[in-house]
């Protein structure tokens, strides 16, 4: 996890006012000039949609959903929240928000076939990843944080992504949440507000709101000879 995630077609405005709404009016007016993938198919090296803590405001802004780290061998699209000290500097300098609608899972049990949507209970029409980005040459890239499921899905995957509750928000995007803090409780806020369904197996090239609806996988019948 997280390796696909449906955040759906927000404008730019409309996101503008999603930060209002969470952050008390502590947010730049600046929209950026491009503008997220969007979509019920993000994967990685999409570009997605990401807010992140500029000086005293939260800003709107484009991320890759991939980050190179020339500490790691390969790209990074998912950063554990227990490995710290790999990550401390981001703690300290690079955190993120990443809207989203819900993400997909493939459980090992159903097959490559029968992909899980996952979201959680909520007013908003959004919820948010934590997540870390990194800025090289005046181009950003980022990662979603991760950490041991609820019990509500331990059956589905073995990892979700932090997604923070309307309260955790603002200390996490200005720093005020330390590791030792987040280890405990970050993105544990939605316990028994999990929802899931199995949806269509997803094809390269997929695309709309139909891949997130319920879906009944045709059974399997044998033949006797």
Same mark, same amino acid.
């Given at each position: 996890?997280?390796?696909?995630?449906?955040?759906? $077609?927000?404008?730019?405005?409309?996101?503008?006012?999603?930060?209002? +709404?969470? +952050?008390?009016?502590?947010?730049?007016?600046?929209?950026?000039?491009?503008?997220?993938?969007?979509?019920? *198919?993000?994967?990685?090296?999409?570009?997605?949609?990401?807010?992140?803590?500029?000086?005293? *405001?939260?800003?709107?802004?484009?991320?890759?959903?991939?980050?190179?780290?020339p500490r790691s061998k390969k790209p990074m699209i998912n950063s554990k929240i227990e490995n710290v000290s790999f990550w401390q500097s981001y703690?300290? $300098?690079?955190?993120? +928000?990443?809207?989203? +609608?819900? &993400? &997909?899972?493939?459980?090992?049990?159903?097959?490559?076939?029968?992909?899980?949507?996952?979201?959680?209970?909520?007013?908003?029409?959004?919820?948010? /990843?934590?997540?870390?980005?990194?800025?090289?040459?005046?181009?950003?890239?980022?990662?979603?944080?991760?950490?041991?499921?609820?019990?509500?899905?331990?059956?589905? $995957? *073995?990892?979700?992504?932090?997604?923070?509750?309307?309260?955790?928000?603002?200390?996490?995007?200005? %720093?005020?949440?330390?590791?030792?803090?987040?280890?405990?409780?970050?993105?544990? %806020?939605?316990?028994?507000? /999990?929802? &899931?369904?199995?949806?269509?197996?997803?094809?390269?090239?997929?695309e709309g709101e139909e891949m997130i609806e319920p879906y009944t996988p045709p059974v399997q019948t044998g033949f006797d000879f």
């Amino acid at each position: 996890m997280c390796g696909k995630f449906a955040a759906g $077609h927000l404008t730019q405005r409309e996101m503008l006012a999603i930060k209002e +709404l969470f +952050l008390s009016g502590k947010v730049s007016p600046h929209l950026p000039d491009q503008l997220p993938l969007g979509g019920y *198919n993000v994967s990685p090296t999409d570009r997605v949609g990401m807010i992140r803590w500029d000086g005293e *405001n939260a800003e709107l802004t484009t991320a890759r959903w991939q980050v190179k780290d020339p500490r790691s061998k390969k790209p990074m699209i998912n950063s554990k929240i227990e490995n710290v000290s790999f990550w401390q500097s981001y703690w300290d $300098h690079g955190r993120c +928000l990443i809207p989203a +609608l819900g &993400y &997909y899972e493939w459980p090992k049990d159903h097959g490559h076939d029968c992909p899980v949507f996952i979201t959680v209970r909520r007013n908003a029409p959004t919820m948010f /990843f934590a997540g870390f980005y990194r800025t090289d040459e005046g181009s950003h890239s980022c990662t979603i944080l991760t950490r041991k499921p609820s019990p509500q899905i331990a059956h589905i $995957h *073995n990892r979700m992504p932090v997604i923070l509750t309307p309260d955790e928000i603002e200390r996490w995007l200005s %720093g005020v949440t330390t590791p030792q803090a987040a280890q405990q409780t970050l993105g544990t %806020g939605y316990e028994g507000r /999990f929802e &899931y369904h199995t949806v269509k197996p997803i094809k390269r090239g997929a695309e709309g709101e139909e891949m997130i609806e319920p879906y009944t996988p045709p059974v399997q019948t044998g033949f006797d000879f």
